[in-house]
């Protein structure tokens, strides 16, 4: 018998009764499972191992930073910053988590108290914000200025550093602007648009059928109307006179410019630099470079020698973190950021009702915790959900804890339902809240189907069993029930609204209707109790304790931020499909929307917000 030739590089074929025995071999086959199953495992053990070591080392170099006894401050808005840490992704798992809006503030306030700190140096790029945060930040940078310390920033040109008037409304808070020579001011003032898509769904075969209380509850015209309605329009122009009436306020005071000036300037929407300059939107035309020169030469009296050191502002916290801890009375700073969903897991991007309502829980049986802050940025979502987190709160006044709401640029629907039985309520001027209304309904696609060839077939047990299927519409008796589980939910919002608010229920009814306002509009409402940012709450939370401000507290942050392998493990499982790959895209958006709705049931879906570039 011939003998088959093999080594490492070459196999022979084997014969057809090798593989037909090869098949059938059992111990074979399971061998081969274990080894591919622990391959499996293996990998995965590896992969969490790897991100695990890098965490590690992360942290350790933040913890061992050590910092100059003199420096300069510098920030590179090359990311948006937000409420929370940047979640990571699949596609990116590496990413630098990013520094967040209150860590920024409180970071900038701590900078100026520090005598080893001379100033500060901005650079915009491409760093978009929302409107409430860039107006939090810039008291941050003005108290910043008030202790004497200087603080500048520079673009090369506002038209590369956002699309509309946020980066010069922030930039306006500083004492010099600088841009580059051949840079543009770009202050096109605020728009707001909103797509409506009902024709297109009606050629695909897609039908909305929602039902909302009241008449400003919007947020679902995009796929129910084919353009804007009445009431809707009232009210966006409403918020949109509010906002630009603010910033073009705060930019004519901080630039010391005649109204009439900025006008003028921003009916242009590009302005040269030349021109800027001379309109005295900005302070200088020159390079980042000069920039540094002249700022090392004002302090060491001397050019290009002796230069102080320049220290990244995440580099400055991750060193004073270490070193700031507070032996005063312990307050807790409890996050709601993102819409309000069912659940008892944390989830980035979405407020789990259950998880946030434990850990209110907890702070409410801790003797050592004095009082609660509640910070706010959510669209709404579930109001089961939003009525868990109320009645954790509820449950910590009973306890004796005094509950204080800060605003962010977001606290509309759900978001405002659970704030309604503080002890005060704070927002940004800026604020979109109220919301005060309920969306219910679904999408039905029966005629897509037909289109693309699909048909359906089932059984069902109970008359309204298909009430939630997107295969067949809403009969009479299903409409008729979702009507009176609308009303009751509304009616419940009113209620909630009324006595936490103290007011009568008829004039809650006025100002709900599911209307938003801005936060300086819901403060002449009576819907919060102040103006003003996270500092402010945090000032006001020190008071009830008997301290001189928020820098004599204790704060603790519950729940904890998610660890960067938590986060990886839930990215591990979940739909990434609408968030990575449609992005901030228009369909993405009303995506978004769509799975926000299946996935709350009963929703007070938000109305759209505003995001200023």
């Known amino acids: 018998m011939r003998r088959r030739i093999g080594s490492y590089f070459y196999k022979s074929a084997p014969r057809k009764s090798d593989i037909s025995k090869a098949r059938w071999n059992i111990r074979r086959i399971i061998g081969h499972t274990i080894r591919k199953t622990c391959t499996v495992i293996g990998g995965i053990i590896l992969f969490f191992c790897v991100m695990g070591t890098i965490s590690l080392f992360s942290y350790e170099g933040k913890k061992k930073a050590i910092l100059p006894d003199d420096m300069i401050l510098v920030l590179n808005v090359t990311d948006p910053i937000g409420e929370t840490e940047h979640a990571r992704s699949l596609a990116d798992p590496f990413a630098a988590a990013g520094i967040t809006i209150g860590d920024l503030i409180a970071t900038i306030d701590q900078a100026s108290i520090d005598p080893r700190v001379r100033g500060l140096l901005v650079s915009l790029d491409q760093g978009g914000m929302e409107l409430a945060h860039i107006q939090e930040l810039r008291v941050a940078i003005k108290r910043f200025r008030v202790s004497g310390k200087f603080a500048h920033v520079y673009t090369a040109s506002f038209a590369d550093a956002g699309s509309g008037i946020g980066a010069y409304y922030l930039a306006s808070a500083f004492d010099e602007i600088w841009m580059q020579p051949v840079g543009m001011v770009t202050i096109t003032g605020l728009s707001m648009e909103m797509p409506f898509a009902r024709a297109a769904l009606d050629k695909i075969g897609a039908k909305p059928e929602f039902l909302h209380r009241e008449e400003y509850k919007s947020a679902m015209e995009s796929f129910t109307n084919e353009r804007m309605s009445e009431p809707n329009r009232e009210m966006m122009q409403s918020i949109l006179e509010s906002l630009s009436g603010q910033i073009a306020r705060d930019i004519v005071v901080d630039r010391k410019i005649p109204a009439s000036i900025l006008e003028a300037n921003l009916n242009k929407g590009l302005v040269t630099g030349k021109d800027a300059l001379t309109a005295g939107l900005i302070t200088r035309l020159d390079y980042s470079d000069v920039m540094l020169d002249e700022v090392q030469k004002r302090i060491t009296n001397k050019k290009n020698d002796e230069d102080l050191p320049l220290v990244a502002l995440e580099d400055y916290f991750a060193g004073i973190s270490t070193s700031m801890g507070n032996k005063g009375p312990q307050v807790a700073l409890v996050r709601i950021a993102g819409e309000i969903i069912p659940g008892a897991d944390p989830e980035p991007g979405f407020a789990t009702s259950d998880y946030i309502a434990d850990a209110i829980n907890e702070a409410s049986e801790n003797d050592d915790i004095k009082a609660i802050v509640v910070r706010v940025d959510s669209p709404g979502g579930s109001p089961t959900a939003s009525e868990t987190i109320r009645r954790a709160i509820v449950h910590a006044k009973e306890k004796g804890k005094k509950i204080i709401v800060s605003m962010g640029p977001l606290a509309a629907s759900g978001g405002y339902w659970v704030t309604v039985d503080a002890d005060k309520i704070y927002a940004l001027p800026t604020t979109l809240t109220g919301s005060i209304g309920v969306i219910m309904g679904k999408f039905e696609v029966s005629e897509m189907w037909k289109k693309i060839g699909i048909n359906w077939g089932g059984m069902k047990w109970g008359e309204n069993a298909q009430i939630w299927s997107p295969n067949v519409p809403l009969k009479d008796s299903e ?96 739909q990434v499909f609408f968030q990575n790959w449609l992005g901030d895209t228009v369909m993405g958006d009303m995506f978004r929307r769509v799975e926000t709705i299946q996935r709350s049931g009963l929703t007070q879906a938000y109305d759209p917000d505003l995001h200023v570039r």
């Open 479 to 574: 409409r008729a029930a979702l009507e009176v589980a609308i009303d009751d939910t509304y009616a419940s919002f009113i209620e909630r609204v009324a006595k936490g608010r103290k007011m009568d229920p008829a004039k809650v009814r006025t100002i709900a209707k599911g209307r938003a306002w801005t936060g300086l509009q819901a403060k002449e409402n009576g819907l919060i109790d102040d103006l003003g940012g996270l500092d402010v709450a945090l000032d006001y939370t020190a008071s009830l304790v008997g301290q001189r401000d928020r820098t004599q507290l204790d704060i603790h942050i519950i729940p904890e931020p998610l660890t960067p392998i938590e986060q990886l493990m839930h990215m591990m499982g979940q």
